[in-house]
């Protein structure tokens, strides 16, 4: 009797067929890489028969977004192709960003990361203007208008002929704006030039204003020293 029942477990093990797992869901990229200004990128799914549908967690984030979002498995088709798109606003910060989005059917799951580079400012500080002209003949203070991206602090050029009026003490915090004031001490007979540099107590980016005096027309005979 123990023999029979060895000799028919024996048979019910020979019949058995290993099942093959199969996967249900891929997708063509696992990873974005985008640059700060956003874009809109296309990721492929391949959904297998055997699964439902499918369907996704989206992270609580406001810059990314798919479309669809979920979908279903057509009925005549053992494998659908479904392209997804997914949409990436721009960062206007300067810090990198990520998030995951999770993508699964009730037998796979799946995760498409996504990464966004920093927006990298050029300089510490926006200037109404990059460039300080005085005409020939104008000796008038003109204003110099900034808004900091950061804490600045601002270094005057080492040149006799600027004068200088209402310059901030100190740094400027980042974040808000300053206005000073910058004149040549009189006539040239040359053209002269000189720099303001701004820079950045945090990243040490700098953000440069030209200082340009045009000078007088001069004619022969003209006194070579002003008085």
Known sequence: MLWAIMVLNGCAS???TAVEEVE?????????DVPSDGGTYTVNLTVHESASG????MPSVEWVSMTPES???LSDASV???PVTVNVKENSEEESRVCEICLFTPQDRVTLTVNQAPFEREGCAELDSAEVVF???HYEYQPVSLTAYEDVEVSLPDNSWIQT?????????????AQFYVAPDGPTT?????????????????????????????TDGFPARWH
Do not use: Y
């Open 14 to 16: 020979e019949d058995t």
């Open 24 to 32: 249900t869901l891929k997708i063509d990229v696992e990873t974005i």
């Open 54 to 57: 499918w369907n996704s967690i």
């Open 71 to 73: 979908g279903t498995m």
């Open 80 to 82: 659908n192709q479904i």
């Open 135 to 137: 005409p020939a003949g």
């Open 165 to 177: 009026a209402e310059v901030p003490e100190g740094s400027i915090a980042a974040g808000t704006g």
């Open 190 to 218: 040359t053209e002269r030039t000189a720099v303001i540099t701004f820079r950045g107590l945090r990243t040490g980016k700098t953000t440069l204003l030209t200082l340009r005096q045009e000078p007088i027309a001069v």
